[in-house]
């Protein structure tokens, strides 16, 4: 088949390591791809707005957007000890306080459609807390706190590695929170494509999608420059351990624990806001 689609992933090294291949065309697409790279909270945005015709979203946002698109089986982050993190500064954690202790108080998160933000509203509702969220870029949370201008913040991606470098204490880890909770992988994100294109196309690019992983599994090298460029200010460690945490067995192919934990996730009331239906309709068939 030979169509052009317009793809939209992160510049965050999971993705860019997992999407290199397809991207610079050492898998090929038939047709072409024009590529986006954006935050996880504005690739979210576009899905809702249909912009793109494929595009990783956060694993909460995918209810809201499943009458056009179905997640694709492979390019997905999930995984255990993988989660977002709460933190605050060395006075307003005493040595790990009690999420009660912000109750009242201003939470930046990184934007209202991502799990983080899910995880952390669920988190609140079981504690029986009420806080006002600030939502931003993601490496906006974590000078935010640092300043004084939130109590907490949410942190994902890199900022699991790194929020003790800017001072920062964790108040609670939200990914280790959720893994109590069900006993599932903690889906953050997936790769939706719209359904309009058909079950070929779909079929195709999940393929592509897992040949693209292996080849940079293979030749992580060959994938390094690529993945380099597009986080410029992010210290080489912090970029292995980030692809090395994110970059799962079910970024190949989410399995059956892969469909419960989303299915989970999105069952969950301030979630879907009802049934979903069965978790493996969220995904392509094989």
Sequence with gaps: MSVSLRIGFSPCPNDTFIFHALATGVVSWPGGLDVVMADVEELNAMAAAGALDV????????????????????????????????????????????????????????????????????????????????????????????????????????????????GLERIMDLGAWWEAHTGLPIPLGA???????????????????RESLLAARANPDGAWEYVRKHTQEMDEDVIRQHIETFV???????????????????????????????????FISL
């Design 191 to 209: 790769i939706a494509m719209r359904r309009s294109l058909g079950d070929a196309a779909l079929r195709a690019m999940n393929r592509a999608i």
């Design 248 to 282: 799962t067995d079910y970024s190949l192919d989410v399995g059956e624990a892969g469909e419960q934990a989303l299915g989970r996730l999105l069952g969950e009331p301030l979630g879907a806001g009802g049934a979903v239906g069965k978790a493996r309709d969220l």
């Design 55 to 166: 595009v990783k979203v956060s694993a909460a946002a995918a209810a809201g957007i499943m009458n056009e698109y179905v997640l694709l089986r492979a390019g997905g982050a999930m995984g255990y000890g993988v989660g977002p993190v709460l933190v605050g500064q060395g006075a307003n954690t005493e040595g790990g306080a009690d999420l009660r202790a912000l109750d009242g108080g201003t939470v930046a998160i990184p934007g209202r459609r991502t799990t983080a933000a899910l995880l952390f509203a669920l988190c609140c509702r079981e504690a029986g807390i009420t806080v006002s969220l600030e939502p931003m870029i993601f490496d906006q949370v974590m000078p935010a706190v640092a300043a004084g201008r939130v109590d907490a913040g949410v942190v994902i991606h890199e900022g699991r590695f790194t929020y003790a470098s800017q």
